[in-house]
């Protein structure tokens, strides 16, 4: 089981072409806090790439906010369907949040209509 909720570079976008591909093709959601751009893949599994600019504050900030971002896709990638490729990008007010915020945030948008 420990497999399945874990974050293996399988799960992740980690190249620029990737995350432009994504960002061109891809359906584009908007919260308060994040843009999340959403595009259905032929993989197995979903992947996610992750976008924090000094906007959003100084390192530790940004670096907080990627990992709390990291941890909400761990723990649900297997209940996105169909598998995406997901670029989230984090807004100003992103660093405010709690982790059951910003799961709520982001449960919202990928389950709302219009989101593949």
Known sequence: MAGVRSYPKA????????????????????????VLIRRTTAGATSRLG?????????SVTRNRVKRLLREIFRSSRTEIHPPADLVVIAKPGAAT????????ELARVLSSPGAS
């Open 11 to 34: 799960a992740r976008l980690r190249r620029r072409r990737e995350f432009l591909e994504v960002q061109g093709t891809g359906v584009r959601r908007h919260t308060p806090h994040f």
């Open 50 to 58: 992750v976008t924090v600019s000094s906007r959003v504050g100084d």
């Open 97 to 104: 949040l709690t982790y059951a915020q910003a799961a709520n």
